[in-house]
């Protein structure tokens, strides 16, 4: 029979051992950080402290601290006083949106964040452990950068974590959301991960810093403009995505994970689809009846085409003319990459390929299919972008679509000319299913160009400049009956479908359902996402 438990007490709670005593001293000594006057002056600055931040990233009661109790074994430069439990990192584990992640958050009330050996070692630790568990991993960066007191022990420790970025790189995916500083060679950890996270006014990263940037070249520059988050998102590209406040940041990390598999063995989460797949996208219809040189965004095509006209947009301050980010379709994951016609007429050019070229090769390491979109005019032309290498950088783009095996759909919405048509996922470079509309263009060039190399000894035979004018249009437009459609491409096989706008949603999750167990030899081997 059970027993009735006596009723409990106040005076009747069990004498804490004196193990127990110490562990919890200890443990309320280790999460104090810096203690209250550093915490003030981090909030002072707007900032939430690093367990704040690890509770808005996870998902309530799920973290798992490791190594609480960590001090730094350094000595000189007064550094056995000022040792401090946890060595300024907070690591472990939780979860998000009920899925396991690996996560590190840097104490800038301790040293200011600053990294030392045991710090890096506490980094290292939990990045070996999501490597091994598949899972992965957020770093939450607020640093003075490497611990001045620790020489190169420092930089070792950086070195540490760089190989290990490496090593994880196409293996589990890796976040960097940076919160604070992020100075000298410590932007490298984010530069390898493959999301980078930027607070507005907060966040600042630079390899060198005004002072010494002043010193060096005379330039004068604030952190902000050299780098702060509008610099990174839209100049350098070194930034992903920007949020306004730091809760908006950590909404914005797990909504990217809900598209991301756990590792590059996983595809990504399905998704009930309250949206019918055979819903009609009648609005693209607009698409046929404009110019061919009308600027338009595409993003209300992709809109058009989601699942619930949803699209989580990667990078969308910086080579605005390539457009990329995250849809489903029917449920499914699906990877974007979209000429937009919207900024500098869709042509390709230098940013515009890298920024396609990483993206592409991330979604081939973590098996999600490609969706590309083509509006495109050609490359950029000009001396800058000639000399800048876009033969270099466009060879990336080649370079990461041919290689992928995941699944790959294309679709001509209104043109794709020359090079840029080869490159934008084209049949004969490994595409398995590729669209057009009906009134796309393919062709090497567009009419204008074409006829003044094709004509040019007619046109200058011509008696006078109406005549010339009259002979341009008539020969345009014999060029234009010929190739301004997609009926010779499609005559070919280099077209699968030439398909009516309304059709096209349900034509794309068709061929993605298809292919959903594509297999191709090649599939399975290791793929990092080196930064292109
Ligand atoms: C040791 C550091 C530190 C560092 C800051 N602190 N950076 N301690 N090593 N790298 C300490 C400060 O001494 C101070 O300690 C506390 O952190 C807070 O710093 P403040 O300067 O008071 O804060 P703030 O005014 O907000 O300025 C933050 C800062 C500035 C911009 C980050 O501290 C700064 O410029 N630090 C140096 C940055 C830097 O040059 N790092 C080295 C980069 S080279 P007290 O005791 O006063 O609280 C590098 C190489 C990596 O990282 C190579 C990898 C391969």
Redesign the pocket.
């Known amino acids: 029979m059970p027993r009735t438990p006596e009723p409990r007490s106040a005076s009747a709670e069990p004498e804490l051992k004196p193990s127990h005593a110490r562990l919890r001293e200890l443990t309320s000594k280790a999460l104090d950080g810096?203690g209250p006057d550093?915490i003030k002056?981090q909030k002072a600055?707007g900032k939430l402290t690093a367990r704040e931040r690890i509770a808005y990233l996870l998902d309530e009661g799920t973290f798992q601290e490791l190594d609480l109790l960590v001090t730094s074994r350094a000595t000189a430069f007064g550094m056995r006083d000022?040792r401090a439990l946890g060595d300024g990192v907070i690591t472990g584990f939780g979860q998000i949106n009920g899925r396991e992640v690996g996560v590190y958050s840097q104490d800038?009330?301790?040293?200011?964040?600053?990294?030392?050996l045991a710090h890096a070692e506490k980094i290292a630790k939990v990045m070996d452990l999501a490597y091994e568990a598949r899972i992965p991993v957020i770093g939450l960066l607020d640093?003075?950068?490497?611990?001045?007191?620790?020489g190169v022990d420092?930089?070792d420790?950086?070195?540490e974590i760089?190989a290990r970025n490496v090593k994880s790189s196409g293996v589990i995916p890796q976040i960097s959301v940076i919160l604070?500083?992020c100075?000298?060679?410590?932007v490298?950890s984010p530069a390898l991960t493959d999301f980078i996270f930027m607070v507005e006014g907060a966040s600042?990263m630079f390899v060198t810093?005004p002072d010494v940037v002043k010193a060096a070249t005379g330039e004068e520059v604030s952190?902000e403009a050299l780098g702060g988050s509008g610099s990174h998102a839209a100049t350098s590209g070194v930034c992903h995505f920007v949020a306004k406040s730091e809760p908006d940041c950590f909404r914005q990390v797990r909504e990217l994970l809900s598209y991301i598999p756990q590792n590059r063995w996983e595809r990504p989460a399905r998704v009930a689809n309250p949206d019918p797949i055979r819903r009609g996208t009648a609005r693209l219809e607009m698409l046929c009846e404009l110019d061919p040189r009308r600027p338009y965004r595409i993003q209300h095509v992709i809109w058009q085409l989601a699942d619930e006209h949803k699209f989580f947009e990667v990078q969308n301050g910086f080579a605005k003319n390539v457009v990329i980010g995250f849809m489903r379709l029917g449920g499914e994951v699906a990877g974007v990459v979209a000429n937009n016609p919207a900024h500098l007429a869709g042509a390709l050019d230098l940013d515009a390929a890298d920024k396609a070229a990483r993206f592409i090769r991330f979604l081939n390491a973590f098996n999600i299919p490609i969706v590309t979109l083509v509006d495109v005019p050609g490359y950029l032309p000009g001396v800058e972008q000639e000399h800048g290498g876009i033969i270099r950088h466009g060879a990336k783009l080649l370079h990461a679509y041919a290689e992928a095996t995941v699944p790959k759909i294309a679709v001509v919405l209104r043109k794709a000319y020359g090079g840029a048509y080869i490159a934008m996922s084209s049949k004969r470079l490994g595409s398995d299913f590729n669209f057009a509309l009906p009134s796309a263009e393919i062709a090497v060039m567009g009419p204008k160009g074409a006829i003044e190399i094709l004509y040019s000894r007619e046109l200058e035979k011509a008696p006078n400049d109406e005549e010339r004018s009259k002979l341009r249009e008539r020969l345009a437009a014999e060029y234009a009956a010929t190739f301004a459609s997609p009926y010779q491409t499609a005559s070919t096989g280099s077209l699968d479908e030439v398909v009516e706008p309304s059709q096209l949603r349900f034509k794309i999750i068709r061929a993605l359902r298809f292919l959903r167990d594509k297999r191709v030899p090649g599939q399975h081997e290791n793929r990092g996402n080196i930064p292109l």
Do not use: D, N, W
């Open positions: 810096g550093k002056a600055k000022r800038f009330t301790v040293l200011g964040g600053s990294l030392g640093s003075g950068g490497a611990r001045i007191q620790e420092s930089l420790g950086y070195a760089f604070g500083p100075a000298g060679g410590a490298y600042h810093g952190f």
